[in-house]
């Protein structure tokens, strides 16, 4: 085991410990936090990068970090933890801003366990936000779900999405959960649908959304369920119905009109193309590999034809979350996005 | 269905109204505003995809030059003056929509050709017939243009646009000048589209004290005569009049500040609950505020607010010269660079609550905050000797360093009883690393989006201005009250005693 993810420490001391990390850090550092944020996850080596992702974050999101590596079908239990800071200067008097970190290797019970083992280490009072990277597992345990206040997720690496949305579905439907659903893929998104939604705010081109009759998108391979959560978030805001869900799908719009829907698959940015047409015009957005701008261009008969840029954020893991940790709130549409595209998921 | 009229697209995108597409014109555009805040402003709203892509800016100014080099000076400038670097091809896409339109504000075939300029921006652009007139320039000048935009008919707005005027500070020089200042404004734009800037009002920190108190149940059940002794807003800079002495000498810190920022502030502090975030609910109860406010006047003045003026001293070690000295200013010159003034609310709320505001030049720090002090505990158990605990204070900072503290009394480890203030302390900059937006990305925003929440209301404006006139008044009776401080000081000893009056000292910054 080459990686350590800081001082050893007994789980019944973590506190204590953390309490003595700070008297030995001087005076010079404060420490400051907004959120738990506790990251679990299945595979080993996870601690390592995770480490390096809070490290990335803390320094624009003061928090306590809980990173959990977990082996839940381990046949034996056992339980080890860490404990150690993130610091960043602050100010011009040789101060720093500490956020803490506390990481466990959980196996068998213990991992079955994180409400006692690790959710007793949690700073109170502050919420929880639980990113979950790995498969989530029926039956949904209540209990667990009750503690977590956001649930992160990424849905781009799913291998089973409708099983996955669904038994999300089952999460965020608990009575005694308040959980507000971030799919990290729907935040990824966002910039696009911006960008989208900025062509259509000219009364030139506002019209042109009820009369659309195709929808193409380019996506990276692995984002398809990116380009999917795009495509249910148009026919929910356009008011489509899914009519076709087979290989080449046809939606229908409120007046009655048919539009075709198209993904490709292609290496580059995870959304590089989309383009929506009408009968009189046709609408694109566009991002270049390796560009950090996207192009969205409006042209047909009687629109002048206009070009714009926007910044396209780095699609880093680090960039996402520190977006959806800045944004707070639910996502009122993510859900509904889900839903307009359902028969596509699997 | 979509709405004929609503973007579908952006609702949930963000959890604020959308900006319309629309012609800015600023007249004044090559001025210092457009330059250092506008533009910058505006180019971050673009690159960040919160404009409408249709938005097209037309600079109005005097000055001869193109359009190619109108954007050329502004690239200038936003490289230097923008929060985020310049991208380039960001900046030609933005700076695409930027024209120049050269003409002396009082012709009027300056105002035809404009009113084509942005017909031709509507039909190719998209712009939608609805514009946002900025009038970045001295007040001297409002007059003219709003009369040509009348003539020209510019101010009124097709059926289903709009047409909205944006005025910069200062909103007159007295209640007089307000009021024929508001007047003038009214008579070519109604109420609802005039948008008076006051940039305080843009930044995240005054923003927060509505959050603060109407957002925590502990702030606000204490916010009272019962439980609060005094409030001290200040607003102190340490630098000069630098090259704005032909304004300043003729205004001075009150009608520069006071009557505008700190007022704003001490009603966002003082206001009751809104019925309704709305724009109108908001401002309704701040103008009750200023109406609440004692008058000041005759003696009553002498005895509630204290002028200075600094004299040559140190600023961070370096001598700087008094304020006669410098360029502009006229040797024997009375006008105020410092003001304290001790203030009462008469409503249930605040009676018998002395606020205390001060603002001043050559300050040996600069920032702005407002101190809320409260009560002592009473003087049994472990206040009932020796000198008495120190009161708690909240402190909310505005600039620098934004953010939120609180002193409160805790017993020092050992074995006797002694106890000592500490701090707990919310910095912005700690808890939410990012930058935060520049006040006027903000403003224009609002303003493209029809939301006059953080914008004067012409009544607010004409209460701020009654309530100075009142001590202007008296200042012009006589001028052997002007005190005089050195720069690089906190103020002189008649501020202090003004404060003592009260058994209360001006906080340490």
């Not at chain 1, 989309?274 to 694109?284: D, G, N, R, Y």
Request: glycine share 8%; with cysteine; aromatic share 8%.
């Amino acid at each position: 085991m080459s990686f350590l993810p800081g001082i050893a420490v007994p789980i019944g001391g973590i506190e204590r410990e953390l309490g003595r990390l700070w008297e030995e850090s001087g005076d010079s550092k404060t420490r400051a936090s907004l959120i738990n944020l506790a990251i679990y996850n299945e595979k080993e080596g996870s601690l390592q990068r995770n480490s390096a992702i809070i490290q990335g974050i803390a320094g624009e999101h003061a928090m306590r970090a809980i990173l959990i590596e977990a082996d839940p079908n381990a046949e034996g239990t056992s339980a080890d933890a860490w404990i150690t800071m993130h610091c960043y200067p602050r100010g011009s008097k040789g101060g720093a801003v500490c956020s803490e970190q506390i990481s466990f290797r959980l196996a068998g019970e213990a991992a079955r366990s994180l409400q006692s083992v690790v959710f007793s280490h949690l700073d109170s009072d502050l919420p929880l936000a639980l990113w979950w990277q790995a498969d989530f597992h029926a039956p949904i345990d209540g209990k667990l779900w009750r503690w977590v206040d956001r649930l992160l997720f990424d849905s781009r690496h799913w291998k089973k999405p409708s099983e996955q949305f669904d038994l999300i579905g089952k999460i965020s439907g608990l009575s005694e959960a308040r959980t507000i659903l971030c799919d990290l893929n729907w935040a990824r998104s966002l910039p696009v649908r911006q960008a989208l939604a900025g062509i259509f705010d000219t009364p030139g081109t506002l019209p042109e959304l009820s009369n659309l009759r195709s929808l193409a998108i380019t996506h990276a391979p692995e984002c398809r369920t990116t380009a999917l959560l795009l495509v249910g978030w148009l026919a929910d805001r356009l008011g489509w119905t899914l009519t076709d869900s087979s290989k080449n799908p046809l939606f229908q719009d409120p007046s009655g009109g048919t539009i075709a829907m198209t993904l490709t698959e292609t290496e580059g940015s995870s959304i590089s193309r989309m383009e929506l047409a009408s009968e009189k015009a046709t609408f694109s957005l566009v991002r270049e590999a390796d560009s950090d701008l996207y192009v969205t261009t409006a042209k047909g008969e009687s629109l002048a034809a206009t070009t714009r840029m926007v910044r396209a954020p780095r699609e880093e893991t680090r960039e996402i979350l520190l977006a959806e940790l800045a944004r707070g709130g639910r996502h009122p549409l993510y859900t509904k996005a889900v839903k307009a595209v359902e028969a596509l998921w699997s | 269905m979509p709405s004929p009229t609503i973007n579908p697209l952006r609702e949930g995108i963000a959890n604020r109204l959308s900006p319309e597409p629309c012609t800015l014109v600023i007249f004044g555009a090559t001025g210092d505003l457009t330059h250092r805040k506008l533009i910058p402003a505006l180019y971050n709203l673009a690159a960040e995809g919160a404009l409408p892509p249709a938005v097209t800016i037309i600079g109005f100014a005097r000055r001869e030059k193109t359009s190619e080099q109108f954007r050329k000076e502004l690239e200038e400038a936003t490289r230097k003056f923008s929060r985020t670097p310049i991208n380039e091809e960001l900046w030609a896409s933005f700076a695409s929509s930027i024209h120049y339109h050269q003409s002396p504000f009082d012709d009027a075939e300056g105002y035809r050709t404009l009113a084509a300029e942005m017909e031709k921006a509507d039909r190719e652009r998209g712009t939608g017939g609805n514009r946002l007139y900025y009038l970045a320039v001295a007040p001297d000048q409002f007059p003219v243009i709003l009369d040509h935009l009348r003539k020209s008919g510019l101010n009124t707005a097709t059926p289903g646009s709009w047409a909205r005027v944006i005025v910069e500070k200062p909103f007159g020089k007295d209640l007089a000048s307000a009021q024929k200042l508001n007047g003038l404004v009214s008579e070519v734009f109604p109420e609802r589209d005039t948008y008076r800037i006051d940039h305080y009002l843009g930044k995240e920190t005054a923003q927060n004290i509505m959050v603060m108190r109407f957002a925590n149940s502990i702030f606000e059940s204490i916010w009272d005569n019962n439980h609060i002794a005094h409030v001290q807003i200040t607003a102190a800079e340490p630098l000069g009049v630098e090259g704005r002495a032909g304004y300043y000498d003729t205004s001075g810190a009150m009608r520069d500040m006071v009557q505008n920022h700190l007022l704003q502030l001490l009603t966002l502090t003082a206001m009751e609950p809104p019925t309704s975030l709305s724009a109108d609910a908001i401002r309704d109860e701040k103008v009750k505020v200023l109406r609440s406010l004692r008058p000041l006047r005759g003696d009553d003045v002498f005895n509630h607010v204290v002028r200075a003026q600094y004299s040559a001293g140190l600023i961070n070690g370096q001598p700087v010269p008094g304020y006669r000295e410098a360029d502009g200013v006229p040797k024997d010159s009375v006008t105020e660079t410092y003001v304290a003034l001790q203030v009462n609310i008469d409503n249930w709320r605040w009676a018998g609550v002395p606020f205390f505001i001060r603002t001043a030049k050559r300050m040996p720090k600069g920032g702005t905050e407002i101190a809320i002090t409260f009560k002592s505990v009473p003087r049994v158990l472990f206040n009932s000797t020796g000198e008495g605990l120190d009161e708690n204070v909240l402190v909310i900072r505005i600039q620098p360093d934004e953010g939120v503290s609180l002193r409160m009394s805790a017993k020092m480890p050992g074995s006797s009883l002694r106890i000592e203030p500490v701090k707990m302390d919310f910095h912005y900059g700690t808890s939410f690393g990012k930058a935060t937006p520049e006040a006027y990305e903000r403003l224009l925003l609002d303003a493209m989006s029809g939301d006059a929440t953080l914008f004067a209301r012409r009544d607010e404006v004409e209460e701020a201005w009654t309530f100075v006139d009142g001590i202007e008044e008296a200042w012009k009776t006589r001028s052997d009250d002007l005190a005089f401080h050195s720069a690089g000081s906190w103020g002189p000893a008649a501020a202090a005693d003004l404060a003592a009056r009260h058994g209360v000292t001006w906080r340490r910054m």
